[in-house]
């Protein structure tokens, strides 16, 4: 006969034994009343509480645990976090509650596997196996064991591998596997064995004793037994002794030795008694009545059997004792078995009556759970639909202010330089003659304004992925002659303009085009900015890329509004900058076009020191596609600086021309 008579004991649990501690308990309340800071050690002060208060009044857990683990979520405590979770999770194991100590084990397997501590992971798992047992879920069960059987072993815990040894062996039981469990319960006796754990010895000794019953080996059975009565007996434990004395009496039954069984399952139902374990008790008494029915007892066997049936079930007692003694009338009448059935039938229908109005109950509970749970998700929502309109409302008033401040920026830009270009075809119309710089002059602004169009729709191509890139190997030698063409304008506003280049660069595969443009904007962004001092630009090889340096020692850029110095229409708004306006699209073109060559763009600054450009270019063959590659560089872009954009005042000024050849004439554009 198989028994789970075993199960609480064999399932082991987390928390360790430590004797002599519950006299803390009020030492460890009042240092938590007087401690007030909210940190770690108060944290883990609760923990002390938890683990005496598992032995001497579990229900204080719950509290406890929330308490540590609220603390532990608001200081960011990780060990804190799991660690609460792992006494909720006891607490609700020792209520037989194993739906809520696999959520709260799950949560445990979150927080500890993304920390170091493999001992809570190990724990972690291990209660998913006991919940998986408890639901006969055996293979699910023993893979969760063996998991934390695993990382046990692999930090070292013996103490905890012990239990696991021992929970695989209940599995093991459970499934028929007798040989499989006997070994198991072995390497859990030899770690108990190691580090003198009588306890854990007497619970070993206990299991070997079941398995070799299981396996219907009843002397080797009764040896193991016998080892752990008399370790049972010397430490007081009723527990075990219950436990021993039912193990016994299966055991001597199953050699013929039922005097011995009945002395066994009575002893064992002594200590159920004083217990007042009504499991056990119920246990002792199907023994008994089992081995009075192997000895042809048929009538203290229905006795041993009735009373099993009333301690399973303590609300129908009084009326089992009643039908037992109308039974015992009838026991030798005719329609003995036929009144039998009709009890059992009875108790069937109460228990079933039970059964669905508890089913209906908790179908109730379970029904305004869920509603309560999706009305506050469907609250949750549409506070977070508000929430996200109102920021997409908050970013369409930003976008509007910046595309109002773009167009007027635009319409200035485009405004300069068609004055330019209409004053000299004014003067040509009037005159035979055109003045000598005229034709330069209208010639240079229209650059100008093809330039600012042509950025535009730079940026439309880009951002409709309209733009290809056509990158050819070479040299970034053509750099020099970009930043050349800066040096009139450069003289012109009395700044110096240098160029470096480290020797023996690697080749690369590059768009010139694009490069020519990103160079030219940051240096016409540099020079700008710069009212003394110098620009300029280095080219060197580092950490696998080109990387081009354009420093320059203007204002600088504020540290509030550097993030968005590369958004697009986005302009400083400062009484230093706005001297030179502009239409807040060079640098964002620039920066799109350094992530289109695979590259990057960032800016370093501070203000009134100078700021610093990085571009930074792969190396790497790998970084471009096929489609990406051509034999060829495209035609050089040839921008050319124009002087007359960066005047002293910072607005269009025309050359000075002349008219008569001995006057000279200005023209002044606002």
Known sequence: MKTRFLVLICLAGLVRPSAGQSNKLDSLYNILSHYTQNDSIKVKIIFNLCRLELAANREAIPKLAEEALAISKKINYTDGIGISYTYMALYHRANGEYDKVADYALKMVDVFEHSANEDGLGQAYNMLGVAHFEWKNYEKAQFYQEKSLEVHRRSGQKFDMNRNYINLGMIFSETGRHDQAIQSFLKALALNEE?????????????????????KDYPLAISYYDKAFSMAGKNNDDVALAAIHVGLAEAYSGTGQYEKGIKNADSSLSFAKKLKDKTRIRDSYRMLADIEKLRNNYKASLEYRELSFAFNDSIYTENKLKQFTDLEAKYEAEKKQQTINLLEQEDRVKLLFRNLLLMGIISLLLIGALVFYFQRQKNKRNQELLK???????????????????????????RTPLTLIMGPLEMMKQEAQPKPGMVESMLRNSKRLLRLVNQLLDLSKIEG?????????????????????????????GISLDVQMEEALPSLYRDREVIEKIMFNLLSNAIKFTLQGGVSVRILFQNDKLRIEVHDTGIGIPEKELPRIFDRFYQIDSSSSREYPGTGIGLALAKELSQLHHGSLTAISAENKGTTFVLELPTQDSSWSKEEIVETDRKAVGYDADVDSFSESGHETDHETDITGLEKCILVVE
Request: glycine share 6%; aromatic share 10%.
């Open 465 to 493: 992925r309209q733009m290809p890139i056509h990158a050819s190997r070479g040299n970034l030698d053509f750099i020099k002659g970009v930043v050349h063409s800066f040096e009139s304008l450069a003289d012109q506003r």
């Open 195 to 215: 580090f003198h754990n009588e306890q854990g010895i007497c619970i070993a000794y206990i299991n070997l004793g079941q398995a070799h019953v299981n396996k």
């Open 388 to 414: 996200k309109q109102e920021e997409l409302n908050q970013k369409l008033q930003e976008i509007d202010q910046l595309k109002s401040r773009f167009f007027a920026n635009i319409s200035h830009e485009f």
